[in-house]
């Protein structure tokens, strides 16, 4: 069976500080990961994808995730936080050989104060 | 492209009454997810379909809830008779066919049963 931890129920950063929020997973074979954000009464937009290949991976509105495959763990990360980066963050995964559904993390609140 | 498209965005009923909740996938992809989303357990699967053909139903709840995808661009999930614990945000996905796509989410439909 696959999981994945979010460790930190809510995570409080300055703004312009730089923010990381956690996540680690277990999983049978090779992981495919993704992070997800869901703003209120939103659907959750995709962020970025662990594919292949180089274990920095950059995605959309200047956030990325390193992957680290000792750790099993694939944190989210950005150099410079904005109070609108204020939302719910899913870490989720799934096997490469297993089924398409995602399994997701509990999500962590990112509150980024001005 | 729209996204995903899913229908009602709110819809309050009565326990023991029928609900049913659509989904209109990005057109081209061939999986579709459900998900729901409450505080208690998070995100998770309910079922999935690939190619119109559901792949992974264990997640579904107990007889009450079915689901159908009769074509490429329409999906329902039915819940007979509803129950206050189906309170929830009910959410739909979409994927192409290659495994290293990525699940693109409706903006959800937020279920409340009296």
């Given amino acids: 069976a696959q999981s994945v931890a979010q460790p930190e129920d809510q995570v409080n950063v300055a703004e312009g500080n730089p923010l990381t929020v956690k996540c680690t997973y277990s999983v049978s074979g090779n992981p495919y990961l993704f992070w997800y954000v869901q703003y209120p009464n939103r659907g959750l937009q995709f962020l970025l994808k662990y594919i292949t290949g180089d274990n920095l991976v950059k995605g959309s509105y200047g956030f990325e995730a390193e992957f680290n495959k000792s750790q099993t763990s694939f944190h989210l990360k950005k150099p410079s936080a904005l109070v609108s980066d204020s939302a719910l963050y899913f870490c989720a995964v799934r096997d490469k050989a297993g089924r398409r559904a995602l399994t997701f993390g509990s999500g962590t609140r990112l509150q980024v104060q001005p | ?114």
């Fill in chain 2, 1 to 114: 492209d729209a996204g995903v498209i899913q229908s009602p965005r709110h819809e309050v009923t009565e326990m023991g009454q029928e609900v049913t909740l659509r989904c209109k996938p990005i057109s081209g992809h061939d999986y579709l997810f459900w998900y729901r989303q409450t505080m208690m357990r998070g995100l998770e699967l309910l079922i999935y379909f690939n190619n119109n053909v559901p792949i992974d139903d264990s997640g579904m709840p107990e007889d009450r809830f079915s689901a159908k995808m009769p074509n490429a661009s329409f999906s329902t999930l039915k819940i007979q008779p509803s129950e206050p614990r189906d309170s929830a945000v009910y959410f739909c996905a979409s994927m192409g066919p290659s495994a290293t796509d990525t699940q693109y989410f409706g903006p959800g439909t937020r279920l409340t049963v009296l």
